[in-house]
Nanobody, 114 residues
Framework: VQLQASGGGLVQPGGSLRLSCAASGSIFAINTMYWYRQAPGKQRELVAT???????SYVDSVIGRFTISRDNAKNTSYLQMNSLKPEDTAVYYC?????????WGRGTQVTVSS
């Protein structure tokens, strides 16, 4: 099983990006999916969580700006990021509980700068 994150890039403040995290391999069940981020010199932080039933939670700093979603048919989670700020600059990682095991994807860089 592998997780592949994509969708990062350079965006101006106030802009939007949509990250995707696709799971591949022998998948029987995907439970909770997560998005984390790690800025230079800082610890990795949990940004958003989505349960198998669709319940979501967010770190306070992104509430109202970021939306996590999932497409179970495609084994993919998404992180829609709007009204981006320079402080959102980080490497974003996805994580998934798949087949009762914990998997991480490689990060995708998000840079918010004018």
């Amino acid at each position: 099983v592998q997780l592949q994150a994509s969708g990062g890039g350079l965006v101006q403040p106030g802009g939007s990006l949509r990250l995707s995290c696709a799971a591949s391999g022998s998948i029987f069940a995907i439970n909770t999916m997560y998005w984390y981020r790690q800025a230079p010199g800082k610890q990795r932080e949990l940004v958003a969580t989505i349960l198998s039933g669709g319940g979501t939670s967010y770190v306070d700093s992104v509430i109202g700006r970021f939306t996590i979603s999932r497409d179970n048919a495609k084994n993919t989670s998404y992180l829609q990021m709007n009204s981006l700020k320079p402080e959102d600059t980080a490497v974003y990682y996805c994580r998934g509980l798949i087949n009762r095991r914990d998997y991480w994807g490689r990060g995708t860089q998000v840079t918010v700068s004018s």
